[in-house]
C-alpha cells in the first residue's frame, strides 16, 4: 500500500520559514492535502491539493512538491503555529485515504 | 455553522461492539461523502472508512474491513460506524469528517469521540 513518510519534528524559531516534506512514491502526480492539529483540537485543513488554501487560512502557509517530495511551507512562523501537520493522499491503486505519520512543529 | 458532532463512544470489552454517531448540521449532509478517521493515544491520523453522498460506495481500512460498516441516514443528516470484535488496538479518538467527494480533502472534522477498549 502506498506510503506517506514525514520528519517526526521541525523546530524554528519565530519570525522564520518552516518546512515540512511528505515523501511518497511518484507523489506529484497524486493530490497532496495538508491538516494541521493542535494539542486536544480536531485537525483543520491548511493546504489542499498542494496549492489551494481553504477560507480562512493564511497565506503563510504554501504547498508545493518536487519529485518524490511535497512540501509545506510556513511563512513568517508564528507561536501560534505550533502543532502537528499531516499530509494526505488518496491512493487510487486500493481505494484508501493514506496520512503521513505527522511532522511536530516547534517554534523556539 | 458547520458542526460534527460524535457520540456513542466509550469502554467496551475485547470482543465486543459499539455504534458511532455523526451528527451534522450547517452545510448540506446528503451532498458530502462522511468519513471515519481515528487516532490512538498520542499517535497519528488513520483513516478508517468513507461512505458517499448517497451511501452506494463505501471504503474501508485493511484493519477494519469485514468488522466495521458505515452507513449514512441523509434523513437525520447522521452518519454511523458500527464497530464489532474489537480489540485493545481501535483504541482511539474517532472522528468523522465531511467532503464535497469521497476522493477530495476533509473539510469538516467533528472533535472526536473516545473509544477504549479494555478488560
Known amino acids: 500500500s502506498y506510503a506517506l513518510i514525514q520528519p517526526p519534528s521541525v523546530s524554528v524559531a519565530p519570525g522564520q520559514t518552516a518546512r515540512i516534506t511528505c515523501g511518497g512514491n511518484?507523489?506529484?502526480?497524486?493530490?497532496v492535502h495538508w491538516y494541521q492539529q493542535k494539542p486536544g483540537q480536531a485537525p483543520v485543513l491548511v493546504v489542499s491539493?498542494?496549492?489551494d488554501r481553504p477560507s480562512g487560512i493564511p497565506e503563510r502557509f504554501s504547498g508545493s512538491y518536487s519529485g518524490d517530495t511535497a512540501t509545506l511551507t510556513i511563512s513568517r512562523v508564528e507561536a501560534g503555529d505550533e502543532a502537528d501537520f499531516y499530509c494526505?493522499?488518496?491512493?487510487?491503486?486500493?481505494?484508501?485515504?493514506?496520512f503521513g505519520g505527522g511532522t511536530k512543529l516547534t517554534v523556539l | 455553522q458547520v458542526q460534527l458532532v460524535e457520540s456513542g463512544g466509550g469502554v467496551v470489552q475485547p470482543g465486543g461492539s459499539l455504534r458511532l454517531s455523526c451528527a451534522a448540521s450547517g452545510f448540506t449532509f446528503s451532498a458530502y461523502a462522511m468519513h471515519w478517521v481515528r487516532q490512538a493515544p498520542g499517535k497519528g491520523l488513520e483513516w478508517v472508512a468513507v461512505i458517499s453522498y448517497d451511501g452506494s460506495s463505501k471504503y474501508y481500512t485493511v484493519s477494519g474491513k469485514g468488522r466495521f460498516t458505515i452507513s449514512r441516514d441523509n434523513s437525520k443528516n447522521t452518519v454511523y460506524l458500527q464497530m464489532n470484535s474489537l480489540r485493545a488496538d481501535d483504541t482511539a479518538v474517532y472522528y468523522c469528517?465531511?467532503?464535497?467527494?469521497?476522493?477530495?480533502?476533509?473539510?469538516?472534522w467533528g472533535q472526536g469521540t473516545l473509544v477504549t477498549v479494555s478488560s
Open positions: 511518484n507523489i506529484g502526480s497524486e493530490n
Open positions: 469528517g465531511g467532503s464535497r467527494l469521497t476522493t477530495e480533502p476533509f473539510d469538516y
Open positions: 494526505q493522499v488518496w491512493d487510487r491503486s486500493s481505494d484508501h485515504w493514506v
Open positions: 491539493d498542494e496549492i
